[in-house]
């Protein structure tokens, strides 16, 4: 990839979600519902951005769509323009409700303030529960003309089948290290010295890595979050009890972590099977080829899959604290 081949979508890593979608508004080939998708920063809500940008845009060249400089373009990209809708979270649980959902449905029936159609947007909607779901299903079945919904999820496996067989979806994988390299010293007033170390820590997350590039707050996060991994690894059953307490209190955050331990329980395994693939947590090679040679594979594989089973539960109705104990406890280092 190059970034000359990106157009103005301003979207990275994903050229063949771009062709795509560009081929289907050329074709003028719309469907009335897309699931996107892909793991946290991947790049989904920038995708979904410009596909709407490229739909709205007033530049008369269809092939220049979108141009960035329209007011339409400008009001999508700070998340402004009357005819993109987002669902909005309420509660303790930032979920989704049944009532906010269907108000979204209501809204978005209206007619265009401006152009040729209305677009529906509902991030996370791998944690709205099925009755939530259930909702969109008259949308889906009698679309109006104009509605297009869009989708956002981590996974597959919570959306309801009646959901998944109406929509179009699109499944955005991890870029190569080497194209978040890339992206990353294009960017302007970026330490260029650092980019390797953001390019590995991103995981293949464009996204996750312009953010680390600019806050430096992204990192201290990150930091933080394997320092709490480590130090987990070095207590005992009560502190781990402890520590299950404080993360269920914040489940919004805790997906974020989670995907942070896979990668370096991912890493862990890695190393301790001498794989030839560069380890993603590159700043903490020496702590993980310790725990590789003091863990046997087989215990590092079960605290990976462990992992893979809260990330996979996060969505559902869970006693989270004792979904954490479980997890925790699948941790190597405790005395049995």
């Known amino acids: 990839m190059t970034l000359a081949t990106l157009g103005n979508w301003g979207v990275y890593g994903h050229d063949w979600a771009v062709d795509h979608l560009r081929r289907g508004i050329l074709n003028d080939r719309i469907r009335q519902a897309y699931l996107i998708i892909g793991m946290e920063s991947v790049g989904k809500e920038t995708l979904a951005k410009a596909f709407i940008a490229a739909m709205l845009c007033t530049d008369p060249d269809p092939a220049c769509r979108p141009c960035g400089q329209c007011s339409a373009c400008r ?44 677009f529906g947007i509902f991030p996370d909607f791998d944690q709205i529960r099925p009755q939530a779901q259930d909702a969109l299903l008259k949308t889906l079945e009698e679309p109006a003309p104009h509605a297009i919904l869009i989708l956002m999820a981590r996974t597959i496996e919570s959306v309801l089948p009646t959901i998944t067989s109406r929509s179009q979806i699109l499944h955005l994988r991890p870029a190569a290290i080497a194209e978040v390299e890339t992206v990353l010293r294009a960017q302007p007033g970026v330490d260029a010295d650092k980019v390797p170390l953001w390019a590995h820590l991103s995981g293949g997350r464009i996204g996750w890595a312009l953010r680390a590039a600019h806050d430096p707050e992204a990192l201290t996060q990150r930091t933080a979050g394997i320092d709490l991994l480590e130090a987990i690894l070095r207590g005992n059953r009560t502190m781990r009890f402890n520590k299950a307490a404080d993360l269920a209190k914040d489940k919004d955050a805790l997906a974020t972590l989670l995907t942070l331990w896979q990668s370096y329980w991912r890493d862990a395994l890695l190393i301790g099977y001498d794989a030839p693939m560069t380890a993603a947590n590159i700043d903490r090679e020496d702590a993980l080829r310790d725990l590789a040679m003091s863990t046997a594979p087989e215990d590092i594989l079960k605290a990976l899959q462990a992992t893979n089973r809260l990330l996979d539960r996060l969505p559902t109705n869970i006693n989270l604290r004792l979904a954490l104990e479980v997890t925790l406890l699948d941790y190597p280092g405790l005395v049995r």
Do not use: T, W
């Open 75 to 118: 009001r999508i990209v700070s998340g402004n323009h009357p005819d993109m809708l987002f669902a909005e979270k309420e509660g303790d649980d930032h979920a989704l409700k049944i009532d906010a959902i269907r108000a979204l449905m209501g809204r978005l029936a209206l007619k265009p303030f401006e152009g040729r159609y209305r």
